[in-house]
């Protein structure tokens, strides 16, 4: 089974819809990111997780909340989805053991598009 | 934060060596050279990292500059496998501890 799963795989909705990507991790680890990935482009990072009580926004966090309900689960949501959101989504772990620096382990990534 | 500067695609044919250039003129001290690489319709994966001195492990080597301003990654004998999107990163070890920022990277094409 994968270390790292994402759900769901494929996701298409409607403008002004509420979407809820889920992750999952089996891996231990105590950090937890989510990016997305636009055509052509690298990936940004949108909100990450020290841990279940440090959630930081990144690069692009507007339009997006999260959710890290477990060690293993960190959510993103989409509160009111528009199009310029459709892109490809990508979660990913990390031990975070306190080293300077740091692998991070990622998802098979779900792909979001927004009508 | 320090960025790189990597060519937009590079060639090779399968069972060559292949080396990829990253530039990264203002990179400090502290700053972790990692190199990720992307198969098609995949997630990122993690292939080496390294501070100040050459790296080798299974996957590929990195060999980094004296005066850290450059490296390269090395991969041995090129696979059809290892056609893929391969980003060099810098990680600052204090600042920037645990975060990623991905360029547009290089694609590597592999032929038979």
């Known amino acids: 089974d994968a270390d790292v799963t994402q759900t769901p795989r494929n996701r298409i909705t409607k403008t002004g819809k509420r979407i809820m990507l889920e992750c999952s991790q089996t891996?231990?680890?105590?950090?937890m990111y989510w990016y997305r990935q636009d055509p052509g482009l690298g990936l940004r990072l949108i909100y990450y997780s020290f841990d279940v009580k440090d959630i930081n926004k990144g690069e692009i966090s507007d339009g997006y909340s999260v959710s890290r309900q477990a060690q293993a689960k960190f959510s993103l949501s989409l509160e009111s989805a528009i199009p310029n959101q459709t892109a490809l989504y990508f979660c990913a772990t990390s031990r975070g053991s306190g080293r300077f620096t740091d692998t991070q382990y990622f998802g098979p990534g779900t792909r979001l598009t927004v009508l | 934060d320090a960025k790189t500067t990597q060519p937009n695609s590079m060639e090779s044919n399968e069972e060559e060596p292949v080396h990829l250039p990253c530039n990264h003129s203002t990179i400090s001290g502290t700053d972790y050279i990692h190199w990720y690489r992307q198969l098609p319709s995949q997630g990122p994966e993690y292939v080496i990292h390294?501070?100040?001195s050459n790296v080798n492990n299974r996957m590929a080597s990195l060999a980094i500059a004296e005066d850290r301003k450059s490296s390269t990654l090395i991969l041995h004998r090129a696979t059809l496998r290892d056609a893929a999107v391969y980003y060099c990163i810098l990680e600052n070890g204090g600042t920037s501890y645990g975060k990623l920022t991905f360029g547009q990277g290089t694609i590597l094409t592999v032929h038979p």
């Open positions: 891996k231990g680890h105590d950090r």
């Open positions: 390294g501070l100040t």
